[in-house]
């Protein structure tokens, strides 16, 4: 049933008051952004006229993505709202909505050489909603991955699902009020992950829970991007962890699939090498490279995206002993004409970190008696055949 907007004339009067904005169709507006240079932004602002045709994913930060055509009900993607604005956050946008998309025209171009025509972060007014209702189709997270192996890397089902299972590993949460966790899958080898999921109810390791959304096929991890989690019931399940050092960690990861992760949680002990990305003050942090011999250099291993407080952070410097709880995958990314093949092994995201020393220098004690002498001005401690400076690091 359609629900026309009584004051849709007054928005859409209001939206293209100023004379700079011009009005224009999907075709129009998407002939004119491949105009562009590649991955250029235009100036001058506009006005797209269209009817929704594809919605990718649900609101998330009050915005949402879709498609837009002239034709109602013609599926094709002419024009794409990147993350827009929408007007009611509690209201998504749903296929055959007619509506006015305002914004700069953008021609994108991915890393893949994929041309869109689009506007990013425009502003929407609805002219004409459709009312919609939709069935969920239940399924437990195995068969949630069966479903979402058919689709292609970076595909969408148009069908929503009500996914049930047991959160696998420990979760992550945001400042948008937004989880990411694995649900636990007996009998498959893929994970399936709730990513940015909208909660109410904390989420924690063990718990039963539903994810509502569409599934997404990201590079053969199958999940719910956007969704919605309900919390069913707690499971008060205790972590059995698996200690290995940063060397058994990486042949754990080369032994997975490309893509995979494991449902096991290991305990990675070794050295910080680098650091790979600061500590992140929004999301509280940090990625660093591990090593067991802070003399070889070789970043096999990547502690990705671990959780900790911004006094900790300070202390991760590379020679600082480190232990981090979490899973560990085998990240892979297929090259592009732009971008070479991508092959690491990495912890999962949400890891844990412990100080097991807080500074990379450790105190050596020099056994008395010992002879002092001044060398160039530096006083130098010899005891037997060693030799150390006055802060007791040998020679």
Request: glycine letters at 8%; charged letters at 20%.
């Amino acid at each position: 049933m359609k629900k026309f907007y009584l004051m849709a004339a007054l928005a859409f009067a209001a939206l293209t008051m100023n004379a700079e904005i011009t009005e224009m169709t999907c075709a129009e507006a998407a002939a004119a952004a491949l105009e562009l240079g590649e991955n250029e932004t235009g100036t001058d602002s506009v006005a797209v006229i269209g009817y929704i045709t594809n919605t990718n994913g649900e609101i998330s930060r009050n915005q949402q993505t879709f498609y837009m055509d002239d034709v109602k009900g013609s599926g094709l993607k002419t024009f794409q709202a990147y993350w827009a604005n929408v007007p009611d956050p509690e209201k998504p946008l749903n296929v055959g909505d007619k509506v006015i998309l305002k914004g700069l025209l953008l021609h994108y171009v991915s890393s893949s050489g994929s041309h869109t025509a689009e506007i990013k972060n425009g502003d929407v007014v609805v002219l004409e909603s459709i009312e919609v209702s939709f069935d969920t189709i239940p399924v437990d997270a195995c068969e949630a991955i069966e479903e979402g192996l058919a689709l292609n890397h970076d595909e969408y089902t148009e069908d929503y699902f009500a996914v049930t299972g047991i959160v696998a590993n420990q979760p992550t949460f945001n400042s948008y009020s937004q989880t990411t966790f694995n649900l636990e899958c007996e009998t498959a080898t893929a994970i399936f992950k709730a990513y940015n999921c909208a909660y109410t109810d904390t989420i924690a390791l063990g718990d039963q829970v539903l994810v509502t959304g569409k599934l997404y096929n990201y590079n053969g991890t199958i999940e719910i991007k956007n969704g919605k989690v309900e919390f069913l019931a707690a499971g008060g399940v205790v972590i059995d962890t698996i200690p290995v050092t940063v060397s058994e960690a990486v042949a754990v990861g080369e032994a997975l699939e490309k893509g995979a992760e494991t449902k096991d949680v290991y305990v990675i002990t070794g050295y910080v090498d680098s650091i790979q990305s600061a500590w992140s003050e929004s999301y509280g942090n940090i990625s660093f490279y591990m090593t067991d011999d802070m003399a070889v250099h070789n970043y096999d291993f990547l502690a990705y995206r671990v959780k900790c407080d911004a006094e900790t952070a300070a202390k991760i410097v590379p020679g600082t002993k480190v232990s981090v709880t979490a899973g560990i995958q085998h990240y892979y990314k297929e090259a592009t004409d732009e971008l070479p093949e991508k092959d690491l092994v990495e912890t999962t995201s949400g890891g844990t970190l412990k100080l097991i020393i807080s500074s990379a220098v450790e105190s050596v004690e020099v056994e008395m008696p010992a002879t002092k002498a001044i060398i160039n001005g530096q006083l130098i401690i010899r005891n037997g055949d060693k030799v150390y400076n006055v802060l007791g690091t040998e020679l």
